[in-house]
């Protein structure tokens, strides 16, 4: 388990990571038809949706006591690497 400024300080930096990944997933979706906008409409949708909840847990973790340090720090991590997988699913699918 790590300390939580230690915590908060590596998620910033894969936060960092990952807008350079979302900029690019922006620019290849402002660029495509409205078709395809609409059959990636639900995924886009599930991307939102990751960053709201990592969001979250990282307003959870900054709030935490000791105790429940580990717990929410696991809690990132999955919510963490759901969102890298939809944001890299998305790039993948668009053209």
Known sequence: MQPMDACLKRIGGEVED?????A???TRFARQRVSVK???YW????VRAGFVEFKRRIQDLEFADDRELEKFQEAIEIAW???VHAVDTLL???P
């Open 81 to 83: 690497r759901d969102l």
């Open 92 to 94: 993948a699918a668009l």
């Open 18 to 22: 990952l807008a350079c990944r979302v």
């Open 43 to 46: 995924e886009l949708a599930y």
């Open 24 to 26: 690019e997933l922006k």
């Open 38 to 40: 609409l059959e990636h």
